[in-house]
C-alpha cells in the first residue's frame, strides 16, 4: 500500500516561509516521496518551485531564495490520480493576472472525470492530469463574491477526500471534506499560523498545535488573523488507515496519539490470536509499536530481526535482473543470529497484493527461522480504496481471492491471523462510526464507480494537446 499526500501551508510576516515549509514537508515526507513543491506569496504575486523526488533533492540554499513572500504552502506527493510525473506534481499554479491561485491537496475525487468534462467544454485549458487541477480550476469558475465563497461554492460539488491548502497572493486558506477522510490541522508559529496533515509537522518548526480542521470546515488566515467557515455535515469518514499505517506514530489525529493506539493493536492481536512462540517481531518501522504490544500481552521477548535499509526509496535507476531477483532484500536484512531455531512471531501492518509478504517469509526461513507465525494489525482489505490511497483493484487484493487460510499458505507461514475489526476500533478507542472502514467491509461513505481509474483524466486527454484530446474524444 502506497502512501497517500502530505500538504502544509504557513502564514507569517515574521518568518521565512519558503524555508518553514521545506522543514514542514521533510516532516511529512512519509506521506510522498515521488515529488514535492513550494509556492509562496508576497501580496501581489505566487512564486513556485517544484520537482520529481524527495524534498531534500527537489530543493537547494539557491532555489529556496527566490521563493519570498510572508504565505507558502507545500507538497509531497505519491500519485493517486495522474501518473507520476513533472506536469502533475504540486503545488499546481492556476489563473492569470485576475485571479491567480496555487493548490496543494491530500485526497481523491470521485467525480472527477465529470468536472473535467464540464471545465473541458467551458474552455479551461489542462496542462496536467489529476484531479487536483480539477479542483483548482473548478474554484476559479465558481460564483462568489470572496475566495470564500468560491471555495464552499465547489466543496458542493466535489464528492470524494480532499484536505487543501490553497494561497492568493494575499491569503492562504484550508479546507478538509465532509467526511474528513484525511487529517488536518492548525498551529501557531512566531508570528503566524501554520498548517499541516499532521502535527509532527508542526512540531518539527517548533509550531504549537491549536487544533484539527474540521471536516466540512473553511479555514482564513489572512493580515487579521484566522476566519473559520463551519460546514454543517455531520456524517464522518476519518481512513482509519491513518492510525494503522500512514500517519507517523509521534501525531496526533483526534486527540489521539497514534503510538499507543498501534501498542494496542499488538495487545488486540495477541489476544485473538495467542501463539506458543519464542520471540516476537515487527516488519519495520511501521509494525515496530505492535510487536511491542503484542509482546507485552502475549510475555514472549520482542527483538529486532529485520534490519531495514532506510535509505531504500524511490529511484529513476532501473535495477536489472540479478537486483530485482534479491526483491526485499534490498529493503530489509535479516539477523540469523537472533533468528535461528526460534519460532517467530511476525507482526505486520497489512497485507494488501501478497507481493512483499512472502518474500519476507521465505527470507526469515533463510535466516534460520524455526517456525514462522504472521499477524496483521489490520483486518483482510478485500475493497479497493477510492479516497486518496494507491492501493489495487478488487482483483488485486489477495483477501478478495483467497481466504485467510488459503493466504496463509500462499505466504508460507505456518499461521496467519489478522485483527478484527472490532479489535481495531477497540484498540483505537474512537467510536466506529467515525471511521471510513470500506477497504474491509465494502461499505463505502459515500457512492463510488466501482471501476474507477487513477489514470482516467489521461486516458481523456488531460494535459495533453487539443489535437490529441479531440481524437480521443472521437474515439
Known amino acids: 500500500m502506497?502512501?497517500?499526500?502530505?500538504?502544509?501551508?504557513?502564514?507569517?510576516?515574521?518568518?521565512?516561509?519558503?524555508?518553514?515549509?521545506?522543514?514542514?514537508?521533510?516532516a511529512l515526507q512519509h506521506r510522498g516521496q515521488e515529488s514535492a513543491g513550494i509556492a509562496t506569496a508576497d501580496g501581489t504575486k505566487i512564486r513556485l518551485h517544484r520537482g520529481m523526488g524527495r524534498v531534500a533533492n527537489i530543493f537547494t540554499e539557491e532555489n529556496l531564495k527566490p521563493l519570498t513572500g510572508h504565505i507558502a504552502i507545500g507538497h509531497?506527493?505519491?500519485?493517486?490520480?495522474?501518473?507520476?510525473?513533472?506536469?502533475?506534481?504540486?503545488p499546481i499554479l492556476v489563473g492569470n493576472d485576475g485571479v491567480q491561485l496555487?493548490?496543494?491537496?491530500?485526497?481523491?475525487?470521485?467525480?472527477?472525470?465529470?468536472?473535467?468534462?464540464?471545465?473541458?467544454?467551458?474552455?479551461?485549458?489542462?496542462?496536467?492530469?489529476?484531479?487536483?487541477?480539477?479542483?483548482?480550476?473548478?474554484?476559479?469558475?465558481?460564483?462568489?463574491?470572496?475566495?470564500?465563497?468560491?471555495?464552499?461554492?465547489?466543496?458542493?460539488r466535489l464528492q470524494g477526500a480532499y484536505s487543501i491548502v490553497i494561497i492568493t497572493p494575499t491569503e492562504l486558506y484550508a479546507l478538509r471534506d465532509p467526511l474528513g477522510v484525511r487529517p488536518i490541522c492548525i498551529g501557531k508559529v512566531d508570528g503566524g499560523l501554520a498548517i499541516a496533515s499532521e502535527t509532527c509537522g508542526l512540531d518539527h518548526i517548533g509550531a504549537s498545535f491549536i487544533r484539527e480542521i474540521e471536516p466540512d470546515e473553511i479555514v482564513k488566515i489572512d493580515k487579521k488573523g484566522l476566519h473559520s467557515y463551519p460546514g454543517d455535515s455531520k456524517q464522518r469518514g476519518l481512513c482509519i488507515f491513518e492510525y494503522i499505517y500512514f500517519a507517523r506514530p509521534d501525531s496526533v489525529i483526534n486527540g489521539k496519539l497514534l503510538y499507543p493506539t498501534r501498542l494496542a493493536m499488538g495487545a488486540g492481536l495477541a489476544r485473538e490470536y495467542p501463539i506458543d512462540g519464542d520471540i516476537v517481531m515487527g516488519v519495520p518501522d511501521s509494525a515496530n509499536a505492535a510487536a511491542t504490544g503484542y509482546a507485552r500481552e502475549s510475555g514472549i521477548p520482542v527483538v529486532d530481526g529485520l534490519v531495514k535499509n532506510r535509505y531504500v526509496g524511490r529511484t529513476f535507476i532501473e535495477p536489472d535482473q540479478r537486483m530485482r531477483d534479491l526483491g526485499v532484500r534490498l529493503k530489509f536484512n535479516p539477523l540469523p543470529q537472533v533468528l535461528d531455531g526460534e519460532r517467530c512471531v511476525v507482526v505486520d501492518d497489512s497485507i494488501v497484493r501478497g507481493t512483499t509478504?512472502?518474500?519476507?517469509?521465505?527470507?526469515?526461513?533463510?535466516?534460520?527461522?524455526?517456525?514462522?507465525?504472521?499477524?496483521?494489525?489490520?483486518?483482510?482489505?478485500?475493497?479497493?480504496?477510492?479516497?486518496?490511497?494507491?492501493?489495487?483493484?478488487?482483483?488485486?487484493?489477495?483477501?478478495?481471492?483467497?481466504?485467510?487460510?488459503?493466504?496463509?499458505?500462499?505466504?508460507?507461514?505456518?499461521?496467519?491471523?489478522?485483527?478484527?475489526?472490532?479489535?481495531?476500533?477497540?484498540?483505537?478507542?474512537?467510536?466506529?462510526?467515525?471511521?471510513?472502514?470500506?477497504?474491509?467491509?465494502?461499505?463505502?461513505?459515500?457512492?463510488?464507480?466501482?471501476?474507477?481509474?487513477?489514470?482516467?483524466?489521461?486516458?481523456?486527454?488531460?494535459?495533453?494537446?487539443?489535437?490529441?484530446?479531440?481524437a480521443m474524444e472521437d474515439k
Not at 13 to 19: C, I, S, T
Not at 81 to 90: A, D, E
Not at 133 to 149: F, H
Open 102 to 156: 496555487a493548490i496543494a491537496h491530500n485526497g481523491n475525487l470521485v467525480n472527477a472525470t465529470y468536472l473535467y468534462k464540464e471545465l473541458v467544454d467551458q474552455g479551461y485549458v489542462f496542462h496536467g492530469s489529476t484531479d487536483s487541477e480539477v479542483i483548482a480550476n473548478l474554484i476559479l469558475s465558481a460564483p462568489g463574491k470572496d475566495m470564500a465563497e468560491k471555495i464552499r461554492y465547489t466543496m458542493r
Open 357 to 470: 509478504t512472502p518474500s519476507i517469509v521465505k527470507l526469515l526461513r533463510k535466516a534460520g527461522a524455526k517456525e514462522i507465525h504472521v499477524r496483521i494489525c489490520a483486518p483482510p482489505i478485500k475493497f479497493p480504496c477510492y479516497f486518496g490511497v494507491d492501493m489495487a483493484t478488487k482483483q488485486e487484493l489477495i483477501a478478495a481471492q483467497k481466504s485467510v487460510p488459503e493466504i496463509c499458505k500462499f505466504i508460507g507461514a505456518d499461521s496467519l491471523g489478522y485483527l478484527s475489526v472490532e479489535g481495531l476500533i477497540k484498540a483505537v478507542g474512537l467510536p466506529r462510526e467515525k471511521f471510513c472502514l470500506a477497504c474491509f467491509t465494502g461499505e463505502y461513505p459515500i457512492p463510488v464507480q466501482l471501476e474507477m481509474d487513477k489514470l482516467a483524466l489521461e486516458t481523456m486527454g488531460a494535459g495533453k494537446p487539443k489535437e490529441a484530446c479531440d
Open 2 to 26: 502506497h502512501e497517500s499526500c502530505g500538504i502544509f501551508g504557513v502564514y507569517s510576516p515574521e518568518e521565512d516561509v519558503a524555508r518553514l515549509t521545506f522543514f514542514g514537508l521533510f
Open 76 to 90: 509531497n506527493r505519491y500519485s493517486t490520480s495522474g501518473s507520476s510525473n513533472p506536469t502533475n506534481s504540486q
